[in-house]
């Protein structure tokens, strides 16, 4: 009997180990969530949108960047910006607005700039 009342034990403590491993994983993903949506700070991230490459391209293709930065959202933006800075065109992009010519075709940030002008019109 002896030897069944501690199997039952640790069988009891062994689901008490689990579950309490099981809350303490839940509430590790919950908090690493939380803090993944966080929001970004505007002032940096306005600096930022201001002197970059993804303002320009709006500005050349007639698109208020403020009222774009406003409908889009900031953590949106900061994604795009982030795309934007890591293009393997910027070389070419920096050329193309040099020009006055934005390739929209071309940049990273298309489809969300698209669906600004569409619902803009």
């Known amino acids: 009997m002896a030897v069944?009342?501690?199997?039952?034990?640790?069988?009891?403590?062994?689901?008490?180990?689990?579950?309490g491993a099981l809350?303490?994983?839940?509430?590790?993903?919950?908090?690493?969530?939380?803090?993944?949506?966080?929001?970004?700070?505007?002032?940096g991230l306005d600096t930022r949108f201001r002197r970059s490459l993804l303002a320009r391209m709006l500005e050349?293709?007639?698109?208020?960047?403020?009222?774009?930065?406003?409908f889009t959202g900031q953590t949106a933006l900061a994604e795009q910006l982030h795309r934007c800075d890591g293009c393997s065109r910027r070389a070419a992009c920096m050329q193309d607005l040099a020009y006055g010519q934005p390739e929209l075709a071309q940049c990273v940030n298309a489809q969300p700039i698209r669906q600004y002008l569409r619902v803009r019109s």
């Open 4 to 19: 069944l009342d501690t199997l039952s034990q640790f069988y009891a403590w062994s689901w008490i180990a689990t579950i």
């Open 23 to 43: 809350l303490l994983l839940v509430v590790f993903l919950v908090r690493r969530d939380a803090r993944k949506q966080q929001p970004v700070p505007s002032e």
């Open 60 to 70: 050349a293709l007639g698109v208020d960047p403020h009222a774009y930065a406003a």
